[in-house]
């Protein structure tokens, strides 16, 4: 568990992080989202240490960082950065031992612990661990970035806008297969995005700043239906809310008796993807792979309450 207890950042006079607590149980994804210059990467910093805190304290697992030599903290806490941050002139083995090497490994572990997390993220190790960054896509780029901080297998995982430079396909894919390996290794994570749509699909929580000032904590749905303030109306887009809401609950919850003409929908597609569906093909009701249907009405009446709360 990461507790956050009144964290607090000034730079000359002005407080950038101001007064800030949230904790983020763990195996949870956090996402902190707010306007450029809202304080995001000064509070993700503060909790590795790479920026020091003017005031308040970081728990993790009850222990306060400020008590923990910062270069053995930040060994102990992935951290991946938009753009990557890959040693141009390493391997890429070289760049994802980093901190096994660090810390000590022995080389048949830390080869191992390469070969092991390039397979996760798909791609073939013979093929890939002597390749030099440059002969990589941005996507496999992105993808060593992340297996370089969860190479040491830390409980936290740090991101700053890790997807911020990859086209909508390839960050869509890339952010599944992050929710992927995060459920997998039960690690507990933090990331920074400017991208609302980001923080809905990774986040079990959202934090939602502006200058320096927490203004909402909770998970999607909370801040989708009831933001606590204008600010997050307007960062949320009011128009798009009701998507967003359908697209965090799978079909199978609002199956209903029936029978309906054409192609199924598996029952992990969203609301979202049943509701595009519908319209796409013309047609007021979709059979579910399984059994059962699922009607328009159903999809609207899902959509409505945040109609509501938007008025
Ligand atoms: N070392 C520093 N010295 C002085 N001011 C700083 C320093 N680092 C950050 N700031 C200021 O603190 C504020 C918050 O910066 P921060 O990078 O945390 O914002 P952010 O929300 O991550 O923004 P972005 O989305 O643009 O990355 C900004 O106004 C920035 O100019």
Redesign the pocket.
């Given at each position: 568990m990461i507790e956050i207890q009144n964290l607090t950042?000034i730079?000359?006079t002005?407080a950038?992080?101001k007064d800030v607590s949230l904790t983020v149980e763990t195996g949870q994804i956090a996402a902190?989202v707010?306007?450029?210059?809202?304080?995001?990467?000064?509070?993700?910093?503060m909790i590795n240490r790479l920026?020091e805190p003017s005031a308040g304290r970081v728990l993790i697992d009850g222990k306060d960082t400020a008590e923990i030599e910062p270069h053995l903290l930040r060994r102990q806490i992935g951290y991946a950065i938009q753009g990557h941050g890959l040693f141009p002139h390493r391997t890429v083995a070289q760049n994802i031992s980093t901190v096994p090497r660090l810390l000590g490994w022995t080389q048949d572990q830390h080869r191992a612990r390469v070969d092991e997390l390039l397979e996760l993220f798909q791609m073939e190790p013979a093929d890939f661990r002597d390749r030099m960054p440059h002969e990589l896509s941005g996507g496999q780029q992105q993808r060593v970035g992340v297996a370089r901080a969860l190479a040491a297998r830390p409980d936290l995982l740090l991101m700053?806008?890790p997807f911020g430079a990859l086209d909508p396909v390839i960050r869509a894919k890339a952010q599944q297969d992050l929710r992927d390996i995060q459920r997998q290794l039960g690690t507990t994570l933090i990331i920074?995005t400017?991208d609302m749509e980001e923080a809905v699909t990774l986040g079990d929580r959202i934090a939602v700043?502006d200058k320096?000032e927490l203004l909402q904590y909770g998970p999607p749905s909370e801040i989708l239906t009831t933001p606590a303030t204008s600010f997050v109306s307007d960062l949320i887009g009011t128009g798009d809310r009701p998507f967003r809401l359908l697209s965090l609950t799978p079909v199978a919850e609002i199956i209903a008796e029936g029978q309906a003409e054409g192609a199924e929908i598996p029952r992990e597609a969203s609301l979202r993807d049943a509701l595009a569906e519908c319209l796409w093909s013309g047609r007021d009701r979709l059979p579910v792979e399984g059994g059962g249907i699922v009607t328009l009405d159903s999809l609207r009446a899902q959509a409505a309450p945040t109609a509501r709360a938007a008025e």
């Open positions: 950042r730079y000359g002005t950038v992080v902190l707010g306007t450029s210059g809202s304080g995001k990467t000064t509070l993700l910093r920026v700053d806008e920074v400017h700043m320096g």
